[in-house]
Structures are given as C-alpha cells and as structure tokens.
C-alpha cells in the first residue's frame, strides 16, 4: 500500500494529530496540558493501533506513544461509563479491585515490565505526566519508573519532594538517574536540598527553576543560580530575605544568571532598582523577554524606567497596590516600547486607599493615554481589571 510509503515527516505529523500529547513540550504539570487534546487514555490506545499497521508506521508511532507518557486514572470520555460498569459487573471471574486507583497502579506496573525489557524505549521517554492523585498515591511505583528512563525532561512530582519532606527514595532517584531534568522547583522545608545543587550539581540542565517561602539570603540563592547553566526562567514567590542585592555582580561566577523570564511574586523587598540594576548587566547582551511583577517593590509609576533598559521585552504582568493617585501627564511619560506585545494589567487600592483618594482609576487612564498615544506599537494583547476600561 501506498500509505507505508509515507515519509517519516508526515508520519510524525499525522501521528500528531491523532495522540496530540504525544507532540507536547511544554513543563506544564498534568491538569495545564490538558485541556483540548480529548482522551488521553483513547489517544494513546489509536496510536498504539497504528503502531501495528506495518514496520515503518511502527518505528515513528512508537517514538511517539512513549515520548510523552501520561498516566490517567480514568478515561476523559463517554468510554468511562461504559468500563465503569463492566469492572463493577458481578462475575465468578472478576475477582480484581474496581477503584481506579488501583486500576492506574497496574497500568504503571505493566509499563514499568515493558520500558524494562526495551532500553529503546526506556531512552525515548522524555516527559512523565499524572494527575494529583497518581502522583501522591503512586510514589513507589513513580520511584521504580523514574529509575528507568535517564532522558527524562519533566517529571509530575509528588509535593513532599519540592519540600524535602518524606520524598526520600524518589528525590534520591531523581538525582541519580535524571540528569537531563529541565524543571524542578523547591518549597518552604527544602532548603538543604536546594543548597546542595550548588556543591553537587546532579541538573546541570535545568532550565527553569521555582523558589517559594524559603528562608535563604540574597548570597545563597545567588550560589545556586550560578550553577545551572542552562537557566532561562526563574520565579521567585514569597521569598522575605531576599533584596535587590540580589542582582549585584561583584563576583562575576556568583551573579544572577542571564535569563528569559523572570517571576517576582510577593516580593517587597526587590524593587524598581534591583530590577534595573539586572536589566544594565544585560545591556550588550539582552536576554530578557517575559517580566512578571506581582506584589513586588514596583508600581506602574516605575514602568518606563524599566522598558528603557529592557529592548526585547516581549511580555509584562504587573500586580500592585496603590495608595494615591498616578502623577499627571506632564511629570510622567507613556509607557513605551517597540518589542512588547502583551500586557497584564492589574491595578488594585490599597485597604487605606478609599472613596476621592483611590488611586488606581487614574493609573487605568494613565494605560490608555499610553495606548492612544502609539508608543506600544507592537502590542497586540492587553489583559486589564478593570471593567470600565473599554470606555475610557
């Protein structure tokens, strides 16, 4: 037949079509990357039928079935019912249990037997993804999958190993065995774990990275950044000790890394200077292209500043309080820039900040004087809260 001709490029895209997951990259964890891909569980059950078709369509498809793996308890469609009554049928013969928890352990045991019988396929799987409930139920079987598959990128983690907390056997495994991890994010109690990616680097890959609520200085976070680098995003939530010292460069092997995106949230004591002190070190060389403020030390007044200095900035989000009015027309200029194409807006009064001293309508005028004005010519999307805004 004609069809087993087919070059491996539209294989690769047809297959695509139908296991849309299978073609994903994203980090996002296993509820983000859902939406709008169907069934999962039918998706990989069609391609796993047309990796049977014949020997060149099975040498894509099977790339492909085991690059994203997805680990569901149940099926996303109307097929659930239907499987649903049959496992909760009385029968002499089906003695097994009918909770789906149990149901999605011996899909994970049988995909443990096959990924270790085939090292090519153990070497194809580069994204592991399962709901909350597999993954805070399914730790021991995570742990035996984990130290199968060396390539893997991303991982859905149960949340006691961002904490340090009872994730022993799993973290170890991580560490030993997934070298080639891209994100991995570390919460309040995980301190020392993260203190010793400095001194023992086991993902030297690691292109995105999540802080919350540790109790770290400036110096020590700075230690662990410098050694990854492959870093392209940060975020930064909820961190007290943390300032604008943190962007100093006086060590040229301990300063923060040049970076795509950058998330400061609940921040106060990183403010307008530290975020420009970071954006001059980047002046032969920008790098920075998606900047998220929320609750930080900086207010719309300082955005100019900001958009100055950063020439390829591509996306802002801006989350503040204000206690009093934005300064007029004359004594502050329109947000401008040349690069940025999407804003998030986001302008709130502060508890103090009530009735005539309210400040943040004024700040949704001072958005659309900077919109009429022309000064945002590649913007092409704006997210504001505000529900008048239209009509401004």
């Excluded at 004087?369 to 504001?384: A, H, R, W």
């Amino acid at each position: 037949s004609p069809a087993s001709q087919l070059p491996v490029n539209v294989l690769r895209t047809t297959f695509g079509y139908v296991c849309p997951h299978s073609s994903d990259d994203g980090y996002e964890c296993s509820e983000d990357s859902l939406a709008g891909n169907g069934c999962p569980l039918c998706n990989t059950r069609d391609l796993a039928q047309a990796s049977q078709v014949c020997r060149n369509w099975r040498t894509v498809a099977l790339e492909l079935l085991y690059r994203n793996i997805r680990l569901e308890q149940v099926h996303y469609c109307e097929l659930e019912e239907e499987l649903w009554l049959r496992r909760n049928r009385r029968s002499f013969f089906a003695k097994g249990s009918t909770d789906s928890n149990e149901q999605v352990k011996v899909r994970i045991n049988l995909l443990y037997r096959t990924i270790q019988e085939n090292e090519q396929i153990a070497n194809t799987v580069l994204y592991l993804k399962a709901p909350f409930w597999v993954r805070e139920g399914c730790k021991q079987e995570l742990t035996l999958l984990v130290s199968l598959i060396p390539n893997v990128r991303y991982i859905d983690i149960p949340q006691s190993v961002y904490t340090g907390d009872n994730s022993g056997p799993l973290l170890a495994t991580m560490r030993s065995r997934s070298s080639q991890l891209r994100l991995m994010g570390w919460k309040a109690g995980g301190e020392h774990s993260l203190l010793q990616i400095a001194s023992e680097q086991p993902w030297k890959m690691l292109e995105v990275i999540s802080l919350s609520n540790l109790k770290l200085d400036d110096t020590q976070i700075q230690s662990v950044l410098a050694s990854l680098p492959q870093l392209k995003s940060v975020t930064l939530e909820e961190m007290a000790y943390i300032t604008d010292a943190i962007f100093d460069s006086n060590n040229e092997s301990m300063g923060f890394p040049l970076i795509k995106s950058l998330v400061v949230q609940e921040c106060p004591k990183l403010t307008t200077a530290g975020i420009k002190q970071y954006l001059i070190l980047q002046c032969t060389e920008p790098t920075l292209e998606e900047l998220t403020l929320t609750n930080a030390g900086v207010i719309p007044d300082h955005l100019n500043s900001i958009l100055d200095i950063a020439p390829i900035l591509r996306v802002l989000s801006i989350t503040c309080a204000v206690s009093k009015p934005c300064p007029s027309a004359s004594q502050l200029r329109y947000l401008s820039s040349k690069s940025l194409k999407k804003i998030t807006y986001d302008v709130t009064n502060c508890d103090s900040s009530q009735g005539l001293t309210a400040g943040a309508p004024s700040y949704y005028q001072y958005l659309a004087d900077s919109l009429c004005s022309g000064t945002l010519p590649s913007l092409n999307k704006l997210y504001v809260n505000e529900a008048r805004f239209a009509t401004r």
